[in-house]
């Protein structure tokens, strides 16, 4: 059976950091960020846009009043959950009015859970042929101001619909996970940002990809040859470019390096105005290249390599499906220009506001500009989620 993503949406806040007033404001070269990250904005949530808010955004994009009746499964991917026993993904199923009788989770491992999540929606799909799965990849990356990670954080969600006879790709079956304990990237339940070696993420990042690769072109007997485009997990579009270049095989053709690199730069365009989302940054990278590419044509192969920190890795791949570019949006680079830009000094103050709550566990917000859901309020201590016009 074919099983793969058959609708992708994407929302981000409406709120954005430019890197050249970061830069200007920490006393920093702004070509560290433009040329030593490849990072030219990053969007800014605030505290009434949250990882529920930007998931349900995203999906309601994509879903008709047919999905909505259809889907039985809904799964959040996230590193940066609301609460530690309520899923998400029942908070998302609500604001979406998706019928009752489904079942939703949500998954957990830093960046890397929403290729686990795709993995468990094709395989229910597999056993289910009619069922359709949403899977949501929603977060936001917050490492605190002068940081050393500030420049690489971000907002945003990524909502994929798994199907039977997709519209856009289609899953192979041929996976390979790596999973390695190390301490590159983690963030404890009482702390609000996470602890981050910086350098030795970089270094893990790139050592899961080469061995990974490596061991996946042996088990599957395949090469870049069989690939029209390789993505990566953005954390910062530079350490993605290092990537490519360690998986280039100079020894290819000038025509499909090319054509390679093309789509490379392609994946990345939407990352450089949005920052790391996370576990929904390889998806991004997939929008991105299957929105800007020219080169693209149905049946042309796709590889991912997803890496969460702690660290898991994987390697998928799929193929582009006839009259792909049908489920796409050519204006998203205009959209995020209508972003409103943020000052140094408001971008401290919104994105890392905390809910102060009265001894009965209310808190009330200031009327921030969201997408079509937001954070209401904080009622004795339940989150108040709702559209942003009733
Ligand atoms: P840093 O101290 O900001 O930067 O740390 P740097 O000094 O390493 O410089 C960055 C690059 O800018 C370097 O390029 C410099 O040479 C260059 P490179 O040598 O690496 O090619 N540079 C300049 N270029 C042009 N003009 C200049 C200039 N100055 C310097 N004037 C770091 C960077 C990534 C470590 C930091 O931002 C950080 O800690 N970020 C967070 C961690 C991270 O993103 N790690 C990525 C791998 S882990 C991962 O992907 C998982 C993750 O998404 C989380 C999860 O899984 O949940 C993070």
């Not at 929105?291 to 969460?308: C, K, M, P, T």
């Not at 791949?317 to 830009?341: C, D, H, P, Y």
Request: hydrophobic share 40%; charged share 25%.
């Amino acid at each position: 059976m074919k099983i793969g993503i058959d609708k992708i949406g994407f929302a981000t806040s409406q709120y954005v950091l430019q890197m050249d007033d970061l830069a200007q404001s920490r006393g920093a070269d702004p070509e560290k960020f433009s040329k030593g990250l490849l990072l030219n904005a990053l969007s800014i949530s605030p505290i009434t846009d949250d990882i529920i808010t930007l998931g349900a955004s995203a999906a309601d994009s994509i879903l008709t009043e047919e999905d909505r009746a259809s889907i039985d499964m809904v799964i959040v991917a996230t590193e940066s959950s609301v609460d530690q026993s309520k899923a998400a993904a029942v908070y998302v199923h609500s604001l979406l009015g998706i019928q009752p009788f489904a079942r939703s989770v949500e998954m957990k491992e830093a960046c890397y859970s929403a290729t686990a999540a795709l993995d468990y929606a094709r395989l229910h799909v597999d056993k289910h042929p009619e069922a359709k799965v949403l899977v949501i990849a929603s977060d936001i990356a917050k490492y605190g101001a002068e940081t050393p990670g500030e420049s690489t954080q971000g907002a945003g969600s990524v909502a994929m619909l798994i199907t039977q006879n997709p519209h856009i790709l289609e899953l192979n079956d041929n996976t390979l996970a790596q999973t390695r304990d190390i301490m590159d990237f983690w963030r404890p339940n009482y702390s609000t940002t996470p602890y981050v070696n910086g350098m030795y993420s970089t270094k893990q990042y790139l050592d899961m990809l080469k061995t990974t690769w490596l061991e996946y072109q042996k088990r599957f007997e395949t090469s870049l040859t069989d690939f029209a485009a390789f993505c990566f997990h953005l954390p910062f579009p530079k350490l993605a470019l290092k990537g490519f270049n360690k998986i280039m095989d100079k020894s290819l053709p000038a025509e499909l390096q090319e054509k390679l690199q093309e789509n490379f730069e392609n994946s990345i365009l939407y990352s450089k105005q949005i920052g790391n989302i996370y576990t929904g940054s390889l998806f991004l990278g997939l929008l991105s290249l299957l929105e800007n590419s020219q080169n693209l044509v149905a049946g042309d192969q796709i590889a991912f390599f997803s890496y969460g920190s702690g660290a898991v890795a994987e390697i998928f791949t799929g193929k582009l499906v006839e009259g792909f570019q049908n489920q796409l949006k050519a204006s998203r680079l205009r959209e995020l220009k209508e972003r409103i830009v943020l000052s140094v000094e408001e971008y401290e103050k919104i994105f890392f506001e905390e809910a102060v709550l009265d001894e009965a566990g209310n808190a009330s917000f200031a009327n921030y500009k969201t997408g079509p859901f937001a954070l209401k309020e904080i009622r004795e201590h339940q989150r108040i989620y709702g559209k942003v016009n009733d």
